[in-house]
């Protein structure tokens, strides 16, 4: 079946340590995201991508970074300068920026 | 720009009552319109959404949404509330018309059905 692959779904990262979060479809879809979901915020835009080997900042970047190497890859690190990173994360890809996003079942990211 | 506001980050119904989730949304373009729900633990599925054409959108679960330009509205119902609709509804806009828009999302409303 197709679809949007996040891992892993529990992540624990000790203060001052980077971070990776996994995503990974198998839609042939061309735009990538990332979004951070906190309770009552509804979810903010933090990186996306149209194309392979190019990508933007969205709303919340500061702290993260991301890279498209693949077109079915999206990795998000969560950076040491991200100062509040408990969250949940949600990675969503779309066929275009016109179409309706598909999305990752999400990694809850906690700091121990 | 484009903002999105859902009345009521909690709603609740009876079993087999209406239910009614409101989404207002402002834009400077005719916009994109979407309705999508959470389920604890998951990531979002889209439930309906509005383009062009018909202003009265059929979606999945029995759910529909109706766009009114006059009223920058796009509510979404349900005649008869089911236990397994409780989840989180988002509300979502974007004004991509081959431009470079992204979703902007509602802070979501979180949909309890009673017994």
């Known amino acids: 079946d197709g679809g949007i692959t996040q891992s892993p779904k529990y992540l624990f990262r000790k203060e001052g340590q980077n971070v990776t979060l996994s995503c990974e479809q198998n839609?042939?879809?061309?735009?990538m995201y990332w979004y951070r979901q906190d309770p009552g915020q509804g979810l903010r835009l933090i990186y996306y991508s149209q194309i392979v080997n190019d990508f933007q900042k969205g709303d919340i970047a500061e702290g993260y970074s991301v890279s498209r190497e693949k077109k079915e890859s999206f990795p998000l690190t969560v950076t040491s300068a991200q100062k509040n990173p408990t969250a949940f994360y949600l990675c969503?890809?779309?066929?275009?920026?016109?179409?309706?996003?598909?999305f990752g079942d999400g990694t809850r990211l906690s700091i121990l | 720009a484009q903002s999105v506001t859902q009345l009521g980050s909690h709603v609740s119904v009876s079993e087999g009552a209406l239910v009614l989730l409101r989404c207002n949304y402002s834009s400077s373009v005719p916009p994109y319109l979407f309705w999508y729900v959470q389920y604890p633990n998951q990531g979002l599925q889209l439930l309906l959404k509005y383009t062009t054409g018909a202003t009265l959108v059929k979606g999945i679960n029995g759910f529909e949404a109706e766009f009114k330009k006059s009223e920058t509205s796009f509510h979404l119902t349900k005649p008869s509330a089911h236990m397994s609709d409780a989840a989180e509804y988002f509300c979502a806009v974007s004004e991509s018309r081959g431009s470079q828009g992204n979703l902007i999302f509602g802070k979501g409303t979180k949909l309890s059905v009673k017994p």
């Open positions: 839609l042939n879809h061309d735009a």
């Open positions: 969503a890809s779309s066929i275009n920026r016109d179409q309706p996003q598909h």
